[in-house]
């Protein structure tokens, strides 16, 4: 594809609900990464994968966060029981390599829990 | 400790003037590599450049330039003659390449070109 793409755009939910949050990697780039960013603040690491594994979770706010990867491509985060806090844009990225090359950013998802 | 300080919160200047935005890093890795990504107000995170640890050649590009000097651990980005769509928030970032393929991410600057 052309560029990292992550639906939904918006989601608007209730709190206590589930959400899961879809992220379609560039074609070819083996690192995958999720981001989140409140408003108005920086970038919050959450989780790394490295093909299909993730080396590194160390980011995960709770245990209500997990995600996966398949086929070295598609990858989903799901928030469980969602809470008020979890409301922030939810930012997926991808690289050809881990470290040594740029990252390229999806659109992001806006996550809102009322 | 931070990996990555980005002193400045915000920087307002009038269009036209030059702006220096600083990035400080720390890693004891001897193989690293420096990012700049911009974010404008539309949101999506858009890369810039990406520098290897070992090649501290200044990088110029239209009226962007960059300068990295490993003596003071800082990758500082210029812009020259600055123009309103230069506003946004800027990251500067580190990855390294023994300790981990996470990126870390300074706070931003955010950068306001009144016109």
């Known amino acids: 594809g052309a560029g990292v793409s992550q639906s939904p755009s918006n989601k608007v939910t209730e709190k206590g609900k589930d959400v899961e949050l879809r992220c379609d990697p560039i074609?070819?780039?083996?690192?995958l990464y999720w981001y989140r960013q409140r408003l108005g603040q920086g970038l919050e690491f959450l989780i790394y994968?490295?093909?299909?594994?993730?080396?590194?979770k160390s980011g995960l706010p709770s245990d209500r966060f997990s995600a996966e990867r398949t086929g070295e491509s598609v990858s989903t985060l799901t928030i469980q029981r969602t809470q008020q806090e979890d409301s922030a844009v939810y930012l997926c990225?991808?690289?050809?390599?881990?470290?040594?090359?740029?990252?390229?950013f999806g659109p992001g998802t806006r996550l809102t829990v009322l | 400790a931070q990996k990555v300080t980005q002193a400045q919160t915000e920087i307002s200047v009038v269009e036209k003037e030059d702006v220096t935005l600083d990035c400080v890093y720390e890693t004891r890795d001897t193989t690293y590599y420096l990012f700049w990504y911009k974010q404008p107000p539309s949101g999506e995170l858009v890369f810039l450049i990406r520098r290897n640890s070992f090649d501290e050649q200044n990088e110029i590009s239209g009226r962007y330039s960059w300068n990295f000097q490993k003596s003071t651990s800082s990758f500082n980005f210029t812009i020259t003659a600055s123009q309103v769509v230069d506003s946004a928030v800027y990251f500067c970032?580190?990855?390294?390449?023994?300790?981990?393929?996470?990126?870390?991410f300074g706070t931003g600057t955010s950068l306001t070109v009144i016109p």
């Open positions: 970032a580190l990855s390294e390449a023994m300790t981990g393929n996470q990126f870390y």
């Open positions: 990225a991808s690289s050809l390599y881990p470290a040594v090359n740029e990252q390229f």
């Open positions: 074609s070819g780039h083996t690192a």
């Open positions: 994968f490295q093909g299909n594994s993730a080396p590194d």
